[in-house]
């Protein structure tokens, strides 16, 4: 599953963080020199969607209501998205992020059609794609220790997946505290969406990717080779010489060898594999994509 993603291609997680930062700077300069209505066109609101602005749910993602707004969202990219990029590519990393930011952001513009008073108002930010970020992580290694600054003062130490449990449930009492109540002005409703697409997306990628070729068989299947493990026996002065195990089937392969080092990813997190798990999945990640 890991695959490399720091090359020289370089890394979709910095990519965003410029792209965020850039996104900010012309947002704050172009009133300065035009009359042009940026938050009327780019902020997501149910009015823009009403009048066929769908690309406001990408563009809000890349503005912010602030400086703070703006670093509290890019250390969450930063801190999360780097481990997650690593192990889900590129390509998938950056679905898993704009489309967590996307459904966020129709999170936010449902609770606005339905409560237009609380959850009515113009949404801007990266949080939902940040929140699907960490539900990402929380759902690929859920026993990962982590220290967080409560109130950006007192040290806590958690796990992964009861931060996401905490996110949750303040993502859900503010929804509430905004009905009960007034809005603080946070798009809770979207956070709440872009944690539920990051699980998701997380336990779907990790099972379709894997199984896929099962649905869509080779025509030459039986020559073709999926991947060859190879284990090490001692050899002549003292070298070790791997030695071909028997080849098997693709269909059979997948289902001995790789089901059920994805069942344990899905038990136990990622980080529980061995060096041989681990080697497998790369193998046969090689293997399907050259198919």
């Not at 490399?4 to 012309?26: E, H, I, M, Q, Y």
């Not at 997306?201 to 199984?211: E, G, K, L, N």
Request: aromatic share 10%.
């Amino acid at each position: 599953m890991r695959r490399p993603s720091f090359g020289p291609r370089g890394s979709a997680t910095v990519t965003l963080l410029v792209v965020n930062v850039v996104a900010f700077l012309s947002q704050l300069f172009v009133p300065h020199f035009s009359d042009f209505p940026v938050n009327d066109y780019f902020a997501l609101s149910v009015g823009g969607l009403r009048h066929g602005y769908v690309w406001q749910l990408v563009t809000f993602q890349l503005m912010h209501g602030g400086w703070i707004h703006l670093l509290l969202n890019c250390w969450a990219i930063y801190v999360f998205g780097r481990e997650v990029e690593e192990v889900l590519g590129r390509a998938s990393f950056l679905t898993l992020y704009f489309s967590s930011g996307d459904i966020g952001g129709l999170f936010q513009a449902l609770a606005g059609v339905l409560l237009p008073a609380q959850f009515g108002g113009a949404v801007v930010g990266a949080s939902a794609g940040a929140f699907g970020l960490i539900a990402a992580f929380a759902a690929l290694y859920p026993e990962r220790p982590l220290m967080m600054l409560l109130f950006f003062i007192i040290p806590v130490n958690m796990r992964a997946k009861f931060l996401l449990l905490l996110s949750a449930l303040i993502a859900l009492v503010g929804m509430g505290s905004a009905v009960a109540t007034r809005p603080d002005g946070i798009a809770h409703a979207a956070h709440l969406g872009g944690m539920i697409t990051g699980v998701i997306f997380v336990r779907s990628v990790i099972h379709w990717h894997w199984r896929w070729p099962q649905l869509r068989p080779s025509r030459r299947r039986t020559a073709r080779r999926l991947v060859q493990v190879h284990s090490h026996k001692p050899g002549l002065w003292g070298r070790s010489k791997p030695e071909v195990e028997e080849d098997l089937p693709p269909e059979e392969f997948l289902s001995k060898e790789v089901d059920p080092i994805l069942d344990k990813i899905t038990a136990h997190g990622i980080q529980s594999l061995t060096e041989r798990e681990r080697k497998i999945l790369e193998a046969a990640r090689a293997k399907i994509k050259k198919r």
